[in-house]
């Protein structure tokens, strides 16, 4: 059961590059959620789906793009990084019905220097 | 927005002891879920929540729903080393069944 893939688990980057951040799940959920996650801010949601081309703003957009092209997937890109944009990223997903339960991935750590 | 305050940030306890953490809001919520972080790992569901004044149990967990729809506890029973990791409580806003709210979390070490 792969549940919520993220990759790369790891990146170190310089200020002013670009990466994406790939999230894949196999639970066949229409919602999909980008977090970052910082020390005493808990989990900030930056950009939510709520089906195959959709996409949201969440709490803390700025910086940030996503694309949802295939159901399965969810792409978190940075187009100019930042060193306010090192953290730990956290792909969630859910079924669309009832519980709210969210399933996420293992999280991303991103270094921007 | 609709934000959760979860209380407290940080404990550090024996092992065997009992914890309680809590969580409060402004605003009412149709369901409350309580995750645990472990090191290095994403959130995972411990417990949910969805009816006012329910009292659920997973082992030696316990969660509350309170009757006023704006706030939660867990408690945890003689807590053992394995406990150690982040809980954060969320909640589904009444209206905005899309995103849940979650509160900052509270980091809880359980010393042998």
């Known amino acids: 059961n792969a549940g919520v893939t993220q990759t790369p688990k790891f990146r170190v980057l310089k200020t002013g590059q670009s990466m994406t951040l790939l999230c894949a799940q196999d639970?066949?959920?229409?919602?999909m959620y980008w977090y970052r996650q910082d020390p005493g801010m808990g989990l900030r949601l930056i950009h939510y789906s709520v089906g195959e081309g959709t996409t949201a703003k969440g709490e803390v957009p700025d910086g940030y793009n996503v694309s949802r092209l295939k159901k399965q997937n969810f792409l978190l890109g940075l187009e100019s990084a930042a060193p306010s944009q090192t953290s730990v990223y956290f792909c969630?997903?859910?079924?669309?019905?009832?519980?709210?339960?969210?399933?996420f991935g293992e999280g991303s750590r991103l270094t921007v220097l | 927005g609709q934000q959760l305050n979860q209380s407290p940030q940080s404990m550090f306890i024996q092992e065997g002891e009992d914890v309680s953490m809590n969580c409060t809001s402004s605003?009412?919520?149709?369901?409350w879920l309580w995750y645990k972080q472990d090191p290095g790992e994403g959130p995972v569901l411990l417990i949910a929540?969805?009816?006012?004044?329910e009292l659920t149990s997973n082992g030696r967990l316990t969660a509350q729903f309170g009757i006023t729809r704006k706030d939660s506890f867990l408690n945890i029973s003689a807590s053992i080393p394995s406990d150690v990791g982040i809980y954060f409580c969320a909640g589904q806003p009444v209206g905005g069944s899309e995103k849940l709210v979650f509160g900052k979390g509270t980091k809880l070490t359980v010393n042998p």
């Open positions: 605003s009412i919520f149709n369901t």
């Open positions: 639970m066949n959920h229409e919602y």
């Open positions: 969630a997903s859910r079924d669309y019905r009832g519980t709210g339960e969210l399933f």
């Open positions: 929540l969805y009816k006012a004044g």
